[in-house]
């Protein structure tokens, strides 16, 4: 099912693109404005991949979200998902749908809460830093970068897996949205923000691959 989905997108314009979830509950789902179009812009120039210029925002209810192979949420606030939600995106990842959640600082407690609820036999376990996201494309063996301090605890990277695949994965204390964004928003230093496009290019390469 996996490779299914994916085949779908290869009928379309372009190979890929990042479908950014629309969650409920309070959180600002649309924070980093201009983090997706230039980590788009990248995978373009670095990669073989023909992406998409923009992102697509999506509801989980929306059908049109199992042609999406790769969403990505983020955002500093309240995370919920109905129970008509956490069916529908429990289905997605069976059906060979990917995650990327990316805490950027307030999402974290109700994150964890919430995406519980759809895999309550799959706890959050933090990956090895030897583990393939961190190796599909650019070299990260000491796991995440640190783009901005937060509460200046060490970056982590969690997944839940299912059937033996990674389906979610979770970057806290990290921050890769703000590293992606425009250099004049949090005048990050060019080398925060490469090693955030990198890292970001990681995810894809791998997600689309295994």
């Given at each position: 099912m996996h490779i299914l989905m994916l085949l779908i997108t290869l009928f379309a314009q372009y190979d890929?693109?990042?479908?950014?979830?629309?969650?409920?509950?309070?959180?600002d789902w649309y924070s980093d404005p201009s983090s997706l179009p230039n980590l788009l812009e990248a995978?373009?120039?670095r990669t073989t991949i023909r992406a998409a210029p923009r992102e697509e925002n999506i509801e989980i209810t929306d059908p049109k979200l199992f042609q999406y192979p790769y969403l990505y949420m983020t955002g500093?606030?309240?995370?919920?998902?109905?129970?008509?939600?956490?069916k529908i995106l429990r289905d997605y990842f069976a059906a060979g749908g990917?995650?990327?959640?990316?805490?950027?600082?307030g999402m974290d407690s109700t994150f964890r809460e919430e995406i519980q609820k759809i895999f309550p036999e799959s706890?959050?376990?933090?990956?090895?830093?030897?583990?393939?996201i961190y190796?599909?494309?650019?070299?990260?063996?000491?796991g995440l970068p640190k783009i901005h301090e937060h509460?200046?605890?060490?970056?982590?990277?969690?997944?839940?897996f299912y059937d033996e695949r990674l389906v979610i994965f979770y970057t806290y204390e990290c921050d890769l949205?703000?590293?992606?964004?425009?250099?004049?928003?949090?005048?990050?230093?060019p080398e925060k923000r490469e090693d955030a496009i990198k890292m970001g290019i990681n995810i894809i390469v791998y997600s689309l691959t295994n």
């Open positions: 890929f693109t990042i479908a950014r979830l629309k969650y409920t509950g309070g959180g995978v373009n120039e500093h606030g309240r995370v919920r998902f109905s129970d008509e939600e956490i990917f995650l990327h959640a990316d805490d950027n600082y706890p959050l376990v933090e990956l090895p830093f030897d583990h393939g190796h599909s494309y650019y070299e990260f063996p000491n509460d200046g605890k060490p970056p982590q990277g969690f997944g839940i949205g703000d590293g992606w964004e425009d250099p004049d928003v949090h005048n990050d230093p």
